[in-house]
């Protein structure tokens, strides 16, 4: 099992509206349908009101990275680029 906790450094005071944002592509649902995604979960962190957590899991490296490779993937990229001053990722596996 692989696991990443990415945690992404919104511009002051844009973490509502990327968050808003996410879900209104869907990113969460959709990658929650994808083969091999166990867990798709963003957290708000009290202490970094500009920071937003997310927490996923996947049954199989290779998975991940076809997840890496969708349409939906971009569209993510494109959302960090407008939303976010940085992105720091802890990647676990077991």
């Given amino acids: 099992m692989l696991t990443w906790n990415v945690t992404y450094h919104c511009k002051r005071g844009r973490r509502e509206a990327f968050y808003q944002a996410l879900c209104g592509l869907g990113i969460r649902d959709n990658s929650r349908a994808e083969?091999?995604?166990?867990?798709?979960?963003?957290?708000?962190?009290?202490?970094?009101?500009?920071?937003?957590?997310?927490?996923?899991?996947?049954?199989?490296?290779?998975?991940?990275?076809?997840?890496?490779?969708?349409?939906?993937f971009a569209k993510l990229q494109e959302l960090k680029a407008r939303f976010c001053d940085g992105v720091e990722i802890d990647r676990f596996e077991r």
């Fill in 35 to 72: 083969e091999g995604n166990l867990r798709y979960d963003y957290y708000f962190a009290a202490e970094a009101p500009d920071d937003l957590l997310l927490v996923e899991s996947w049954t199989e490296p290779a998975l991940q990275k076809a997840h890496c490779e969708t349409e939906l």
